[in-house]
């Protein structure tokens, strides 16, 4: 019997430390914002081409991503596309203390199908439901996601929200109203220009007045319930020189 939990309890013993192996081979686990897909992608391949493990990517909108940590998901990174849902995580306690700090900063754009491009000036009283015709406006969903939270904002200070709050397209992410213009299933959408820029079906109708909305910034903070080893200097190499270059390479600002 005593052999028998002796052999319990060196398997045991042995599945954790295969286990931690195995985290540890694999990279740091990040969630960040659907919007930071392709250049969170191209920072991950530059910090494996170092000779580390790449880490592991999780892409959605930063709503549904602060959800997950706060319900104990083992990521090692956030990388939020506003500051109120990386606040709402360190109310729970669930950031590494001093390990946060801004990446990157975007613009918000209205766009169109590149086949069908509206002809519409942004600007005070702009008359956006008669631009929409008989279609939607393509928005993340103005309650939660980011975008779609600075989208209401925007069209609520040049006074225009009343035109289009009843003809929405509420998307899941910034990333899913995007392909609602893309497929001309929305005749206009608001997305970062980072979005915009990524594909090739829409065009920029034009941009919002950064005083329209708050400041888009994008936060980054390890997460308590990671334990990778690289976690912090995949946060540094994110914040330095080469990683500020990958995120300026695909249209993102500075802080």
Do not use: C
């Amino acid at each position: 019997m005593i052999a028998h939990f002796r052999l319990l309890a060196t398997w045991l013993l042995l599945s954790m430390s295969l286990s931690h192996a195995a985290a540890q081979a694999r990279g740091p686990v990040v969630l960040a914002a659907a919007s930071m897909q392709e250049a969170m992608t191209s920072a991950a391949d530059a910090w494996a081409a170092r000779g580390h493990a790449r880490p592991v990517l999780s892409f959605a909108a930063s709503s549904a991503l602060a959800r997950q940590i706060r319900a104990g998901a083992p990521a090692d990174l956030f990388v939020s596309a506003d500051e109120d849902w990386m606040d709402e995580v360190d109310k729970d306690g669930r950031l590494v203390s001093g390990s946060r700090a801004d990446l990157a900063a975007n613009r918000l754009v209205l766009i169109a199908p590149r086949a069908r491009p509206a002809r519409l000036r942004i600007g005070r009283d702009m008359p956006i439901g008669k631009a929409l015709g008989a279609g939607r406006l393509a928005l993340a969903d103005p309650d939660a996601v980011p975008a779609g939270k600075y989208g209401k904002a925007a069209l609520t200070a040049l006074g225009v929200w009343p035109q289009v709050a009843d003809r929405l397209v509420r998307a899941a992410n910034v990333r899913a109203a995007l392909v609602f213009v893309e497929r001309n299933e929305a005749p206009l959408g608001i997305v970062y220009a980072t979005d915009a820029r990524a594909s090739r079906d829409v065009t920029v109708v034009g941009v919002f007045p950064p005083s329209t909305h708050a400041p888009i910034r994008y936060p980054v903070a390890r997460v308590k319930a990671g334990r990778h080893k690289d976690a912090e200097d995949f946060r540094r190499f994110l914040l330095s020189a080469p990683g500020r270059a990958i995120f300026a390479r695909f249209g993102f600002a500075s802080r």
